[in-house]
């Protein structure tokens, strides 16, 4: 690869990522290459020249393969919207060997185009705040970014409904979001990337742990009462929360509600994706605190696929664990649907879609789901549907969903995701999760607790974060707390 600019090899490995998951990079050399042989790309020697003007801003790619050379140029179109220039430098980069793809490969192209990254939303965020109209923006998704007309009307419906409920740079009011993390499972899923501790090997350390993150709890929370900090918003995530036993979750929500001043319509979810760790006097504990969501996540309808996932519960738990939750009280359950898993089909999705839209939850969200480093899927060749099959599984989802009455309201994607997918949240009107808006659009600090979770600060006056981390092994938490607890306290009087 030939250019002047070293920033380019990383930019163009990126894109060409989407389409060749294999392709490394040596920066020294300039030289990509390609481990897994895809078709298209193998034994095939390629040089790539890039040539930039500045004025008008313009960038020309220039392929040459097999004694063929292609070319592609971009510039800035008449009708734009503000972007710094290094960005639209890169994005038109990407927009050239994006049309070149299409054109010397004939690969079909990914429906979020030249998009990687996770939250494809603050695009049109800021497309609102600059006052671009719904058509305009559409223009710009499309055209400029190399997005699908149909994943270009999901993008503007979610981040249009978000608008109004993320808070303005003017906005004065101190209110936060709150993660808590319980990183205790009864087992790991093959799929999981999370950090997540099995309850038979690590839970010898869950008392001390919970006597920890209770700690964290209450020294932050004095902090916040005495800046005057509101609460609007309470996620209990992980792991398995619901693994906790019944006293060890009353003192959990007992120590989250007296540390903390809350607005008073508080959102507090608790994950209770696993339904053979839920029973009626935990439910009851819930409601009793105030848990207003919750989260039965099947994963599947199909025995066959939970068995296969590692998953130890039938489909007819599921079902027991949903009607539970309804007799107890808890008035909005969310329930987490994958597409890719193995054995996987559009007949199975279907089937799971309808079943799952039988028992009528508030909440339907859509994983994609995505081969990380640290799940054991990564480690194993399994048979995934093909892309092909992937996009139309992913199709066929969003049309199910939205002819039964549920809208997009919120979006966000993962490297290495399956077939270009992309996760959505669905939601009956008014029972939309904030906690889950708040924590995509990064617009609200939210401050996470517990092993492995992160801190967001964010800076109004231009929408930058600061992030801290929380170590992910326990241990390491446990003997570092006095110092986790002291970082973030002096972070939050720096801001506040």
Not at 208 to 232: K, N, P
């Amino acid at each position: 690869m030939l250019s002047v600019d070293p920033d380019d090899i990383r930019v163009i490995c990126d894109l060409l990522r989407i389409y060749f998951p294999g392709l490394g990079s040596n920066e020294a050399n300039n030289e990509l290459f390609n481990d897994d042989q895809q078709e298209g790309l193998s034994n095939k020697e390629i040089l790539l020249r890039v040539e930039k003007k500045e004025s008008p801003q313009e960038v020309e790619v220039f392929l040459s393969i097999a004694g063929q050379e292609y070319v592609q140029r971009e510039g800035v179109q008449e009708e734009t919207f503000c972007e710094e220039k290094m960005n639209r430098g890169r994005r038109l980069l990407r927009l050239a060997l994006h049309h070149l793809m299409e054109r010397v490969f004939s690969l079909e192209p990914s429906p979020w185009g030249i998009l990687t990254g996770v939250r494809p939303t603050k695009i049109v965020h800021r497309f609102i705040d600059e006052g671009i109209d719904e058509a305009r923006s559409k223009l710009h998704l499309i055209r400029d970014y190399g997005i699908s007309p149909k994943r270009t009307n999901l993008l503007w419906n979610v981040a249009s409904f978000q608008h109004p409920l993320l808070p303005a740079k003017q906005d004065k009011s101190k209110l936060i979001s709150l993660y808590i993390g319980i990183p205790f499972c009864p087992t790991r899923c093959h799929y999981c990337s999370f950090p997540a501790f099995s309850l038979k090997q690590w839970g010898h350390l869950l008392a001390d742990y919970l006597l920890g993150l209770g700690r964290e709890i209450t020294t932050v929370g004095a902090s916040l009462r005495e800046s005057g900090v509101r609460v609007q918003t309470v996620y209990i995530g992980g792991g398995t929360p619901t693994i906790l036993s019944v006293t060890q979750m009353e003192s959990l929500l007992k120590s989250i509600t007296e540390s903390f001043r809350f607005v008073e319509e508080r959102e507090l979810t608790v994950e209770g994706g696993r339904p053979d760790t839920l029973s009626r006097e935990k439910l009851e504990v819930l409601k009793e605190y105030g848990v207003n969501r919750l989260s039965i996540n099947p994963q599947t309808m199909r025995e066959e696929t939970l068995v296969a996932i590692g998953r130890k519960h039938s489909v007819q738990e599921i079902i027991k664990a949903y009607e539970l939750a309804r007799e107890v009280g808890i008035p909005i359950i969310n329930m987490d649907l994958i597409i890719g898993l193995p054995g996987e089909n559009c007949s199975v999705l279907q089937n799971t879609l309808q079943e799952g839209l039988k028992l009528r939850p508030e909440n339907i969200t859509l994983h994609a789901l995505a081969m990380k480093r640290a799940a054991y899927y990564r480690q194993e060749k399994i048979d995934l549907p093909l892309p092909a099959e992937g996009q139309a599984m992913m199709d066929l989802a969003h049309d199910l969903l939205q002819k039964a009455g549920y809208f997009p309201y919120y979006l966000y994607r993962q490297r290495e995701i399956f077939a270009h997918g992309e996760n959505v949240g669905y939601s009956l009107p008014g029972k939309a999760c904030l906690y889950n808006i708040q924590m995509m659009e990064e617009r609200q600090t939210i401050l996470g607790f517990g092993v492995g979770s992160g801190s967001k600060f964010v800076h109004k006056e231009d929408w930058t974060l600061e992030n801290i981390y929380n170590p992910k092994d326990i241990i390491f938490y446990l003997e570092r707390l006095d110092q986790i607890i002291e970082k973030k306290v002096d972070k939050l009087q720096a801001i506040l």
